[in-house]
């Protein structure tokens, strides 16, 4: 069993930064595909970022420049730096872990004010 809390939402001007992240448990952390998603209101889940167990990292188009993951598998926890924030990126930030299945954080509330 894998479970996450993420931590770090809030609100931001439009044009600021954030960091948000997501503690892992489990003692094999360092074995997990870990992700962000989220989820605006009225809209589904996408996907942000995601970084494999070997450090390989992947964004979805828009945040490309933007947003940068990272994680500390001594911590275990994932990392999102969120840079330039847009209106658009207000959302309910997820953290995911992929280990023989897929498991979701509560979520973290995202706001960027124009």
């Known amino acids: 069993q894998v479970q996450l809390v993420e931590s770090g939402g809030g609100l931001v001007q439009a044009g600021g930064s954030l960091s948000v992240s997501c503690a892992a448990s489990?003692?094999?952390?360092?074995?997990?595909?870990m992700g962000w998603f989220r989820q605006a209101p009225g809209k589904e889940r996408e996907f942000v970022a995601g970084?494999?167990?070997?450090?390989?990292?992947h964004y979805e188009d828009s945040e490309k420049g933007r947003f940068f993951i990272s994680r500390d598998n001594a911590k275990k926890t994932v990392y999102l730096q969120m840079n330039d924030l847009k209106p658009e990126d207000t959302a309910v930030y997820y953290c995911n872990a992929e280990y023989i299945r897929a498991y979701w954080g509560q979520g973290t509330q995202v706001t960027v004010s124009s």
């Open positions: 970084i494999t167990r070997d450090g390989n990292t």
């Open positions: 489990g003692r094999t952390f360092s074995s997990y595909a």
